[in-house]
């Protein structure tokens, strides 16, 4: 993994879409509509033996001030992020509607939850019609985590990104965004890997 930021213009072909199939990426999602003008799509994913009602459960708790992120806690860290990961099932992080924010870091605004269903979706971004205006110069995006039930099988678990263009396609900015996406892809797989674990031991 360590390889991985000096060498994502070229790894990121084959990380962009990490673990995920062909029907997975192209397929259409709800969390998909937050953004209407798509330019970038990520879709990772990983296979779970454990029903999608155990993984709901460590999936609700995402976010600072709750769980946490299921990711490296020192890479959070040194990013300015002091979060706790807590593997465990924590009753009063298991409510979570729509309108709720989830922070993702301590100086920035919290990401809404647009669109929620149990044990089968959460989708962060605001919703078509709602724009912030602290955010207006920085491109609309979502991010969604999927809980997928397969016929006879385990369950798939997947993370999925929109991003539309840049609005301000600045040379600030779009350094600012190459180095936004191989930390992304380290922080995501770890998480994905970590619930998986979590999901697997609880089952």
């Known amino acids: 993994m360590l390889l991985v930021l000096p060498t994502w213009p070229l790894s ?13 990426r192209e397929r259409e999602w709800p969390g998909d509509a937050l953004v209407a003008r798509r330019q970038n799509t990520f879709t ?9 009602s155990v993984l709901w459960s460590w999936a609700v ?8 992120f299921y990711s490296y806690e020192l890479l959070e860290r040194v990013v300015g992020i002091p979060v706790k990961n807590v593997e465990e099932i ?5 409510s979570l509607a729509v309108g709720n924010e989830i922070r993702l870091h301590p100086k920035a605004r919290g990401i ?13 971004g605001t919703r078509p019609g709602e724009v912030l205006a602290a955010d207006a110069d920085d491109p609309t995006r979502s991010f969604s985590i999927y809980i ?19 609005r301000q396609p600045s040379l600030s900015k779009r350094i600012g965004l190459a180095f936004e996406e191989p930390i992304d ?3 995501e797989q770890r998480m994905l890997r970590t619930m998986k674990r979590l999901a697997e031991s609880t089952t």
């Open 44 to 52: 990772r994913a990983i296979t779970v033996r454990a029903p999608p």
């Open 112 to 124: 809404p939850v647009a669109l929620i269903e149990k044990d089968k979706h959460i989708c962060f």
């Open 12 to 24: 990121r072909l084959w990380l962009k879409n990490w673990g995920s199939t062909a029907v997975e």
């Open 61 to 68: 708790q995402f976010g600072l001030d709750r769980a946490g």
């Open 148 to 166: 997928e039930s397969v016929p006879n099988g385990p369950s798939r678990l997947l993370l999925r990104g929109c991003v539309e263009p840049l």
């Open 185 to 187: 892809f380290l922080m």
């Open 90 to 94: 924590v009753p009063e992080f298991q």
